[in-house]
């Protein structure tokens, strides 16, 4: 800021460079949405490992492909993730139990995860304060397989007054990971303690009961997908607008059409700019797809948001002793995705022989080359089996990638790279709203993104060899005309040259003649 002179001398004056970096933005946060027995369902929880997923949504279920799916994201390089689970809200049931007629406890999410057995789930220990009988401590408590139980959240001090700073239902709603309270009528006291007998069995009035799973919603089916896509539109897809950023979209195992054209909609928004990724059905052939994926999901401007991949993969189930499961390839593809934005750029296909898959035994379709060739000008992405380089994908379309279309977003990395600039741009100039709008703010424009573009352009993130074969960044009063001044506009065009992968390499070899001496 000017520095107000008083004294003859010498006075110092910081200049702003006017220089503000942008940073790009993640490009590969990954959304599963499914069905699970336990986990929480009011929000799109963020997990960032297997171990995460297991802790919080039970692990692997045979009843459900979700857990296989982020399993196979995480082993295939996936780094973060947020889940979305859907139940039948009619028919989960959430877990509860009444201490002492004073307090009924709840578990956190429906599901019968919680129902205190002989030899596991939980139950609700508590202990008034010998010196202070109006404050009592509350543990939630899981139970081992001999009944006796192990102390896994510890909240002491609580007080059944709404005006204490300890009041129990306030201290579990902020603070239990497993837990809610509830006041039944209006108690003077807190519940009496828990009697546990000699040989530390935890008795049945203090284990939560009553938690039911409900129905299993499976993919295709109305029930999951009105879960998945509700017509209120909250629940469901939708928590997903509560989170900072995603980029990509997975819906284990459905493929249709109807819901996956909404999923597509949904994704090319403006509001997320994120990548749907689509199984095949599981019986899909060669023959059913021969003119690319049925029920118009390759039609219209949101299809560029989308891949299509074929077939199904065979892999390990734990649950299962290992044996093969078939399972959608959607899991394994998003991990693919986020290792190679994370080795070689969002501009480099999640394809080829360094696109190789993790943790597969085989494929249920396996393709020849005449095969391929039918099906990958039709935006159908096939994964292969060679026998060096193993499992791979085979393919880098999007769903509007049929040569009959001839889209400029005929290519997922293309597409991918058009979506980040847009997003880590969005964020990035909130800095320019309210600015003066002239030349020195465009200035200022100018040189802010230009820098970023030449970064990713020392990358190889463009075609060309030289900054203006490669983009372009223009905002000044072409752009920005007196009238878009005068209502308050700026306009910026960025232009980049994408790098289009080598989807066919062709080798041309020639004899030579021998020399003739004249």
């Not at 009105?226 to 897809?237: F, I, K």
């Not at 990713?456 to 463009?462: C, D, N, S, V, Y």
Request: hydrophobic share 40%; net charge negative.
């Amino acid at each position: 800021m000017p520095v107000a002179v008083s004294y003859p001398g010498v006075y110092v004056e910081e200049i702003p460079s006017g220089v503000r970096t942008i940073t790009g933005v993640a490009t590969s946060i990954t959304a599963f949405v499914g069905w699970a027995a336990r986990g929480p369902t009011g929000a799109a929880t963020l997990i960032l490992s297997w171990a995460d997923f297991a802790r919080t949504f039970g692990g692997f279920d045979s009843r459900s492909l979700l857990g296989y799916a982020v399993s196979q994201f995480f082993a295939n390089g996936g780094q973060q993730a947020y889940i979305v689970r859907v139940t039948d809200t009619a028919s989960a049931k959430s877990a509860t139990v009444a201490l002492d007629g004073k307090i009924t406890v709840t578990a956190a999410s429906p599901g019968a995860w919680s129902n205190g057995h002989a030899s596991s789930g939980y139950a609700i220990v508590t202990k008034r304060r010998t010196d202070d009988p109006t404050r009592f401590r509350l543990v939630v408590v899981s139970i081992n397989q001999d009944g006796t139980g192990a102390p896994v959240e510890v909240f002491e001090n609580l007080s059944i007054s709404s005006s204490d700073s300890r009041y129990v239902v306030r201290v579990l709603a902020n603070d239990s990971a497993f837990v809610n309270a509830q006041l039944i009528g209006s108690p003077t006291d807190p519940p009496a303690d828990t009697v546990i007998p000699a040989n530390g069995k935890i008795p049945d009035t203090a284990k939560l009961s009553g938690g039911a799973d409900g129905t299993v919603l499976q993919p295709n089916t109305s029930g999951f997908e009105n879960a998945v896509l509700p017509s209120s539109g909250t629940g469901g897809v939708y928590l997903l607008d509560q989170v900072d950023i995603f980029n990509l979209l997975c819906v284990p195992g459905e493929n249709t059409p109807a819901v996956i054209q909404e999923l597509e909609g949904f994704c090319h928004d403006q509001r997320r700019r994120a990548f749907l990724i689509v199984d095949s059905a599981p019986d899909d052939t060669v023959a059913k797809l021969q003119n690319g994926p049925a029920g118009g999901i390759t039609a219209g401007d949101n299809a560029a948001n989308a891949a299509f991949y074929f077939p199904w993969v065979q892999a390990p189930d734990p649950l299962a002793e290992n044996r093969p499961k078939e399972v959608p390839p959607c899991g394994f593809v998003a991990g693919l995705y986020a290792k190679t934005d994370a080795t070689r750029g969002v501009w480099k296909a999640p394809a080829g022989t360094e696109a190789a898959l993790t943790g597969v035994t085989g494929l249920n379709v396996v393709l020849s080359d005449a095969d391929n060739g039918v099906l990958n000008p039709n935006a159908v992405n096939c994964l292969r089996a060679f026998q060096v380089y193993g499992t791979v994908i085979w393919g880098a379309r999007t769903l509007q990638g049929s040569d009959q279309v001839g889209s400029e977003w005929k290519y997922v990395p293309v597409r991918r790279t058009a979506l980040f600039l847009e997003s880590s741009l969005y964020r990035a100039l909130k800095w320019v709203v309210f600015e003066p709008n002239d030349e020195p703010l465009w200035a200022q424009i100018r040189l802010n993104v230009g820098a970023f573009m030449h970064d990713l352009f020392r990358q190889g993130a463009f075609q060309g060899s030289t900054p203006q074969d490669a983009y372009f960044v223009k905002c000044d009063k072409e752009t920005t005309t007196q009238n878009d001044i005068n209502l308050g506009i700026v306009n910026i065009v960025v232009g980049f040259a994408p790098l289009k992968p080598a989807e066919f390499v062709v080798i041309q070899i020639q004899q030579i003649a021998g020399a003739i001496q004249t």
